[in-house]
C-alpha cells in the first residue's frame, strides 16, 4: 500500500518539522494490524528539500494584497 507522495518540509520559520518518531509510531501500528501487507513512504522533497541553492535573475516584482511575488525569466 502505497502511503502517500512526500513528507512535509517546513517552508518558513515557526513551521514544525515533519515527527518521524510519531510517523514511525504509526506505520509500526499498521504493520501490526496488516502484516501481509507492504507499506510503502515516498519521501519526496523531505530528502532533498535543503541541499541546493536556486540562482536566478529577478525581473519583475509583483503584489497581490499582502502576498509579494518574484519572478524570473527562463532562458
Known amino acids: ?3 502517500g507522495g512526500g513528507l512535509g518540509v517546513p517552508e518558513k ?3 514544525p518539522p515533519v ?4 510517523l514511525q509510531k504509526v506505520i ?10 507492504e507499506f510503502w513512504l515516498e519521501p519526496g522533497r523531505y530528502l532533498v528539500a535543503r541541499a ?6 529577478v ?3 509583483k503584489a497581490k494584497g499582502a502576498v ?7 532562458e
Do not use: E, I, N
Open 1 to 3: 500500500m502505497d502511503l
Open 13 to 15: 520559520p515557526g513551521d
Open 19 to 22: 515527527d518521524l518518531v510519531a
Open 28 to 37: 509500526a501500528g499498521l504493520k501490526a494490524r496488516y502484516p501481509s501487507t
Open 52 to 57: 541546493g541553492v536556486l540562482v536566478a535573475q
Open 59 to 61: 525581473t519583475q516584482l
Open 68 to 74: 509579494q511575488y518574484v519572478g524570473s525569466r527562463r
